[in-house]
């Protein structure tokens, strides 16, 4: 597979490509399933869950498929409730509920198990099946918040509560647990989305955000991916969560943040998924800068620097993903050209 050498940091013709959130309203074919289907239906119906995963491989050349669920999944099985409105909306808790919380039980969301066997099994061997949980600190936000939020008060006020470290543990625990039944399903890869740690400042990412996330991929069976948005001022602390590669968003270029994490770690990025809003040349444009900046270094992984924009146009889609995977065929070419010279 190619996103597993990658992870390995071989030498490839070319990064492999995926990108966040591939699967969902971007494409024409799941919005009319999602017509007859609430997410919450099409989340936790393995079926369902499988095709959506599916749909994008059937249109690009990707190498590989990330489950279609969603980072609260999990909490569900934890016994709390939760809306899509259409974002996840809960009754707020605080750190001490938290900390109470009952372990996850995976049999409780064993649908996303299912899905991945479903998509395991059909997709090709050379295809990598993602699996994904969210990060300690982004699960604890929407649980104290109830919600997304433009501040995160609630959330931010917790951090200092004398049981913040407990709680965020408990959810790390129950997040190695969900991991590892999606490993066990067959997923390949698995990635930590830690959406809102990019809030804390270094110094508490590192107290607050590195441990718990630590505890929750060190020892993993497969390769791991953790990716914190608006973490710019956190890539030199990322490596001490000891995951296998590292996301990084747009907010940099791919170069500057490749040496700020490290030159010998694997790097996940960065097109900005703005520019996929513009035009097929512009994207191509945007594609060229990013594999310029990667240098054919091993361990790149293409990816967006966040997930793909709702409105984004199925041509500019195809001209990221053509881009990319043609930059083999173009590598080959010129390998192929200096040997014969």
Known sequence: MRLLAALERQPLDRPPIWFMRQAGRYLPEYRQLRADHSFEVAMSTPEIAAEITLQPLRRFPLDAAIVFSDIMTPLMGMGVGIEFKPGPRLDPLTVDHVADLDPLDASTVGFVAETIQRVRSAVAPDVAVIGFAGGPVTLLSYLLEGGGSKHFPRFRAGLHEPRIEEALFVLATS??????????????????????????????????AVPPALHTLTGLSVPTLYFVPGGSHLLETLPEIGASGYGVDWRLPLDDAWRRVGEDRVIQGNLDPGVLLSSPPAVRAAVEKVLTEAAGRPGHIFNLGHGILPDTPLETVEAMVESVVGAGNRNAIERDRTIAS
Do not use: K, T
């Open 175 to 208: 997040m190695r647990v969900y991991l590892e039944s999606q490993i066990e399903a067959g997923a390949d890869v698995v990635q930590l989305f830690d959406s809102w740690a990019g809030l804390l400042s270094e110094s508490m990412f590192r107290r607050l």
